[in-house]
């Protein structure tokens, strides 16, 4: 079913990243600004009609920004399952929707860190000083916050990496 998905994908774009079985990161960017709505509308009801799967589309400049217009198509009633965050208005709605807990990159200690000075919304934290984050969060906490403001740092990849071991477990009953 995960590679009906990807060829249906595959339909509206070349290029297809497979993040995980059940997502994916898709160039669009060969379509008009203009036709990214109908074109993600597109895409959620041809993967329904050929799988079966509701699926939520979203779509942004960066990796990051999808992940969280993902998660706001799909948490959001009025989006339907998809939010295309074109202008810099709907980016920041986005921001502030998004709790900084539930922001894609930002683990359990950064979140309570960043919430005890107060910053709440992946937002607050687009908003903070990069200077800070930097010093704070290393280089994958800028990367994110680049993200969050529209600048790509994550390299999109269409060949998976190659597995560099395989482990095998063994266990025991009682």
């Avoid at 509206?12 to 036709?35: A, G, M, N, Q, W």
């Avoid at 706001?72 to 998004?98: P, Q, S």
């Avoid at 992946?122 to 403001?149: Q, S, Y």
Wanted: hydrophobic fraction near 35%; charged fraction near 30%; proline fraction near 3%.
């Amino acid at each position: 079913m995960s590679r009906r998905v990807m060829d249906t994908l595959k339909r509206f774009s070349p290029r297809v990243e497979e993040y995980s079985i059940d997502e994916s990161f898709v160039d669009l960017s060969h379509y008009k600004p203009c036709e990214l709505d109908d074109i993600s509308k597109a895409i959620k009801n041809t993967v329904f009609k050929h799988t079966g799967f509701p699926v939520g589309v979203g779509v942004a400049k960066t990796k990051s920004l999808s992940k969280l217009a993902n998660r706001y198509a799909k948490k959001v009633a009025k989006n339907r399952g998809v939010f295309v965050c074109d202008t810099e208005e709907r980016r920041c709605a986005l921001l502030k929707y998004i709790q900084i807990k539930d922001t894609w990159g930002i683990g359990k200690q950064h979140a309570r860190r960043l919430q005890n000075i107060g910053k709440h919304t992946a937002f607050d934290f687009a908003e903070m000083p990069v200077a800070w984050v930097r010093k704070h969060m290393t280089v994958i906490g800028e990367r994110l916050w680049r993200e969050l403001n529209n600048v790509n740092c994550l390299e999109f990849t269409t060949k998976p990496d190659h597995k560099k071991g395989i482990g095998t477990a063994k266990s025991f009953g009682h």
